[in-house]
């Protein structure tokens, strides 16, 4: 009887892991994964949509092009996870597995941050279509980039949004009359590389740009438009670009999966409390910031543990906590932070690229590798 490995969630680590799997055993097993959404879209197309360098509809990869040997992909929405069971509910019925892996990513809290619910945000792809209309109307003011709380979602992404911002506003013509200020739940924008986040703030500085490190917005005020801060501040708006607060989906937690609003694993192997079920990326608890890549690099370690299990081999330990990020600066200028966060037992380590109109070839073979990989495109 063919093994059936279940994968919840077709993101960066669903998607990989469901490759490669299809890679090593064709049909010779039954994967079955599992999104409740059409499509898939990388972190990165939602800036370019917002500042109208590509268009939401263009960004978007069919889930129907993801076609691989011995692999399902069902457009589901689950209700219930039963991980002892490794049984899974959703709208269309029920699923059992040998094999669970849960890669739901995180979901976004809008309510942990009263206001955000009505607030303007470009961290979903409805969000920054909305904020892209708006933004060709919008001539003078103050424009607030603000996050609500650590962790979140592409640690770069709210650093990239004010550079761009500014470059869009100088592109205009109306810089001038325009402030911009980011607002960080940490101490440095991006704290495994201080050679890094050197270089942001001085791109800050030399734009011009208001920077307040290690705070969170508590409150969105849409009708005074102002945020006001966990240290009490208050900073009006006229524009805003918010960050919301994420969490891993709820069903998780109703499973009891969860610890304190994530699934706990054991970072180098992935393994959570319950036999034969792993977690990967922003749902779990792995030891790396919430982003894609990081998702994928988890991924690929569950992958070789599956396969090494399914043929009977010695279980390798693969996780290296390692990723790369790319950091728009504006100009057509790319940076790249190569992280690593195992390595070093004394912690987080990262490398600098500095920014490069060559970069920019770097980060565009990144995502279209990927869609190559795992769409065909």
Same mark, same amino acid.
């Given at each position: 009887?063919?093994?059936?490995?279940?994968?919840?969630?077709?993101?960066f680590?669903?998607?990989?892991?469901?490759?490669?799997?299809?890679?090593?055993?064709?049909?010779?097993?039954?994967?079955?994964?599992?999104?409740?959404?059409?499509?898939?879209?990388?972190?990165?197309s939602?800036?370019?949509v917002?500042?109208?360098?590509?268009?939401?509809?263009?960004?978007?990869?069919p889930?129907?092009k993801?076609v691989?040997?011995?692999?399902?992909?069902?457009r589901?929405?689950i209700?219930?996870?039963d991980?002892?069971?490794?049984?899974?509910?959703?709208?269309?019925?029920?699923?059992?597995?040998?094999?669970?892996?849960?890669?739901?990513?995180?979901?976004?809290?809008?309510?942990?941050?009263?206001?955000?619910s009505?607030?303007?945000?470009?961290?979903?792809?409805?969000?920054?279509?909305?904020?892209g209309?708006?933004?060709?109307?919008?001539?003078?003011?103050?424009?607030?980039?603000?996050?609500?709380?650590?962790?979140?979602?592409?640690?770069?992404?709210?650093s990239?949004?004010?550079?761009?911002?500014?470059e869009?506003?100088?592109?205009?013509?109306i810089r001038?009359?325009?402030?911009?200020?980011?607002?960080?739940?940490?101490?440095?924008?991006?704290?495994?590389s201080?050679?890094?986040s050197r270089?942001?703030?001085?791109?800050?500085? =030399?734009?011009?740009i208001?920077?307040? !490190? %290690?705070? @969170?917005?508590?409150?969105?005020?849409?009708q005074? $438009?102002?945020?006001? /801060?966990?240290?009490?501040?208050?900073?009006?708006?006229d524009?805003?670009?918010?960050?919301?607060?994420?969490?891993a989906?709820?069903?998780?937690?109703?499973?009891?999966?969860t610890?304190?609003?994530y699934?706990?694993?054991k970072?180098?192997?992935?393994?959570?409390?319950?036999p034969?079920?792993?977690?990967?990326?922003?749902?779990?608890?792995?030891?790396?910031?919430?982003?894609?890549?990081?998702?994928e690099?988890?991924?690929?370690?569950?992958?070789?543990?599956?396969?090494a299990?399914?043929?009977n081999?010695?279980?390798?330990?693969?996780?290296?906590?390692?990723?790369?990020?790319?950091i728009e600066?504006?100009?057509?200028?790319?940076?790249?932070?190569d992280?690593?966060f195992?390595?070093?037992?004394?912690?987080?380590?990262?490398?600098y690229? =500095?920014?490069?109109?060559?970069?920019? !070839? %770097?980060? @565009?073979?990144?995502?279209?590798?990927?869609?190559? $990989?795992?769409?065909? /495109?």
């Amino acid at each position: 009887m063919k093994k059936r490995i279940l994968i919840l969630g077709a993101g960066f680590g669903g998607l990989e892991l469901s490759t490669m799997l299809s890679e090593a055993f064709g049909d010779g097993i039954e994967v079955t994964l599992i999104d409740k959404n059409d499509s898939f879209y990388f972190g990165f197309s939602k800036l370019d949509v917002m500042f109208g360098l590509d268009n939401p509809d263009k960004v978007r990869l069919p889930y129907k092009k993801f076609v691989k040997p011995g692999v399902r992909l069902l457009r589901e929405t689950i209700s219930r996870v039963d991980p002892v069971a490794k049984r899974v509910t959703t709208d269309h019925g029920t699923h059992e597995a040998d094999f669970l892996v849960i890669a739901l990513g995180a979901d976004y809290d809008f309510a942990a941050t009263p206001g955000m619910s009505e607030a303007t945000e470009f961290y979903t792809l409805e969000g920054a279509t909305r904020l892209g209309e708006m933004l060709r109307s919008f001539t003078q003011g103050r424009v607030l980039v603000a996050v609500g709380g650590a962790p979140f979602k592409c640690p770069p992404a709210p650093s990239e949004a004010a550079l761009m911002m500014h470059e869009y506003l100088v592109t205009r013509g109306i810089r001038s009359a325009c402030e911009i200020t980011l607002i960080l739940p940490l101490e440095a924008p991006t704290p495994p590389s201080p050679e890094t986040s050197r270089a942001l703030l001085a791109a800050f500085a =030399e734009r011009d740009i208001t920077f307040v !490190a %290690d705070r @969170e917005m508590r409150f969105v005020d849409t009708q005074r $438009r102002e945020v006001t /801060l966990d240290d009490g501040r208050v900073f009006p708006y006229d524009l805003f670009l918010g960050v919301p607060a994420i969490r891993a989906p709820k069903m998780l937690e109703e499973s009891g999966m969860t610890e304190d609003g994530y699934v706990p694993v054991k970072p180098r192997t992935l393994e959570t409390r319950f036999p034969d079920v792993y977690a990967v990326g922003d749902c779990a608890r792995q030891g790396t910031p919430k982003a894609g890549i990081f998702a994928e690099g988890a991924a690929r370690a569950v992958g070789k543990a599956l396969m090494a299990r399914l043929r009977n081999e010695e279980v390798p330990v693969t996780h290296e906590g390692k990723g790369v990020c790319y950091i728009e600066f504006g100009g057509g200028r790319v940076g790249r932070v190569d992280v690593d966060f195992f390595s070093d037992p004394e912690g987080p380590t990262g490398t600098y690229h =500095e920014p490069s109109v060559a970069m920019r !070839a %770097d980060k @565009e073979h990144f995502g279209s590798s990927r869609r190559a $990989r795992w769409f065909g /495109l």
